[in-house]
């Protein structure tokens, strides 16, 4: 439930449909994830992802690369050098939070990160060189620094370096693929907002609604 109206001004007044089969509602989801991958404007392009680690727990915003229904993966890059991997070699659970035009997806899985293999390889030749900035800093995401940073050596601090000065960047490269194991999906309506839950069971799916 919410009663924060924040939420409510974001919902239709025209109290937009929401699917009333549980395959109508996992193919919402599922559409949902797959359009972000492909359109940089789509509210599900960026998502809260959730570790913990020996501190306790931890979330940060990252873009969505790769959603898979029929195996029911997601996909993110990240720096392996960064703390969020550290976290998930420790506890490998992970969830991941998406909200937009009146949807929340949860949806919590098993992450296994991905340096090494040709999937990376070809994950990172179609990384562009804006992109690849973010892997090429000297020190470690979050090192301290005593002065403001962009962590990037003179050469690369252009806004748009030439691709062949990102190549070194591939060392840092990881990406993170999540076996999601379920999703909680909430529909924010005026009329009655709508919740309803999947998880694995083997190779199936089991669903249910919920009271939201
Ligand atoms: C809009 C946005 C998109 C981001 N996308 C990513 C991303 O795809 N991968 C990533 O590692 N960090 C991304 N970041 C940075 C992370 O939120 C975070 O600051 C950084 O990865 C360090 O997190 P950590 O210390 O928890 O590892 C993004 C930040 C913002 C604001």
């Given at each position: 439930?919410?009663?924060?109206p924040a939420t409510d001004r974001d919902v239709d007044p025209?109290?937009?449909?929401?699917?009333?089969?549980?395959?109508?509602?996992?193919?919402?989801?599922?559409?949902?994830?797959?359009?972000?991958?492909?359109?940089?404007?789509?509210?599900?392009?960026?998502?809260?992802?959730?570790?913990?680690?020996?501190?306790?727990?931890?979330?940060?915003?990252?873009?969505?690369?790769?959603?898979?229904?029929?195996?029911?993966?997601?996909?993110?890059?990240?720096?392996?050098?960064?703390?969020?991997?550290?976290?998930?070699?420790?506890?490998?659970?992970?969830?991941?939070?998406?909200?937009?035009?009146?949807?929340?997806?949860?949806?919590?899985?098993?992450?296994?990160?991905?340096?090494?293999?040709?999937?990376?390889?070809?994950?990172?030749?179609?990384?562009?060189?804006?992109?690849?900035?973010?892997?090429?800093?000297?020190?470690?995401?979050?090192?301290?620094?005593?002065?403001?940073?962009?962590?990037?050596?003179?050469?690369?601090?252009?806004?748009?370096?030439?691709?062949?000065?990102?190549?070194?960047?591939?060392?840092?490269?990881?990406?993170?693929?999540?076996?999601?194991?379920?999703?909680?999906?909430?529909?924010?309506?005026?009329?009655?907002?709508?919740?309803?839950?999947?998880?694995?069971?083997?190779?199936?799916?089991?669903?249910?609604?919920?009271?939201?």
């Amino acid at each position: 439930m919410t009663d924060d109206p924040a939420t409510d001004r974001d919902v239709d007044p025209a109290d937009r449909a929401a699917p009333d089969t549980l395959d109508g509602v996992w193919d919402d989801a599922w559409t949902r994830l797959e359009a972000a991958v492909r359109r940089r404007q789509h509210p599900y392009r960026t998502c809260v992802v959730a570790t913990s680690g020996d501190d306790g727990v931890d979330a940060r915003t990252v873009v969505l690369r790769g959603a898979d229904r029929a195996a029911g993966t997601l996909r993110f890059h990240t720096d392996r050098r960064s703390a969020k991997l550290a976290q998930l070699l420790h506890d490998r659970r992970v969830a991941l939070v998406f909200y937009g035009d009146g949807v929340q997806v949860r949806a919590r899985g098993i992450a296994s990160v991905q340096a090494d293999d040709a999937r990376v390889d070809s994950a990172w030749a179609a990384t562009p060189a804006m992109s690849r900035r973010c892997y090429l800093t000297a020190a470690a995401p979050g090192t301290p620094n005593i002065t403001p940073t962009s962590g990037l050596p003179p050469e690369l601090a252009m806004l748009r370096p030439p691709l062949e000065l990102t190549a070194r960047g591939r060392e840092a490269f990881a990406v993170v693929a999540v076996r999601v194991q379920s999703i909680d999906w909430l529909h924010l309506a005026a009329r009655g907002q709508r919740r309803a839950g999947f998880s694995r069971d083997g190779e199936r799916w089991m669903a249910t609604w919920m009271v939201p």
